[in-house]
């Protein structure tokens, strides 16, 4: 059994944290929530896993799930981008400390 057969589809049968953490112990997924969080994160690549702002836990969207996977989409969007421009400062300091353009 994967993490993806426990997560259910749809925001209306979203499971809350701690009961999907008490499913993967029991199925032997994750022994703790961060290893849990790290399985998820891992299972993104595959599946598309939305964990509601609201707190109502963790859901695989359906058509009528819409507007959450568009939030999903630009939050995720937004966030790359300062990521990226996070980045770029930092690859610019490496570059000036590397030709020893700034001094010490």
């Given at each position: 059994?994967?993490?993806?057969?426990?997560?259910?589809?749809g925001?209306?049968?979203?499971?809350?944290?701690?009961?999907?953490?008490?499913?993967?112990?029991?199925?032997?997924i994750?022994?703790?929530?961060?290893?849990?969080?790290?399985?998820?994160?891992?299972?993104?690549?595959n599946?598309?896993?939305?964990?509601?702002q609201?707190?109502?836990?963790?859901?695989?969207?359906?058509?009528?799930?819409?507007s959450?996977?568009?939030?999903?989409?630009?939050?995720?969007h937004?966030?790359?981008?300062?990521?990226?421009?996070?980045?770029?400062?930092?690859?610019?300091?490496?570059?000036?400390?590397?030709?020893s353009r700034?001094?010490?």
């Amino acid at each position: 059994m994967k993490i993806i057969d426990i997560i259910p589809l749809g925001k209306k049968n979203a499971i809350k944290r701690e009961d999907l953490l008490e499913k993967c112990q029991f199925y032997g997924i994750a022994k703790s929530d961060r290893e849990m969080r790290r399985i998820i994160s891992e299972e993104r690549i595959n599946s598309v896993i939305l964990n509601g702002q609201d707190g109502n836990g963790y859901f695989r969207p359906t058509k009528d799930d819409l507007s959450e996977l568009r939030h999903y989409i630009n939050q995720e969007h937004d966030r790359s981008i300062a990521i990226l421009r996070n980045l770029k400062m930092a690859n610019n300091m490496l570059a000036d400390l590397e030709h020893s353009r700034f001094g010490e």
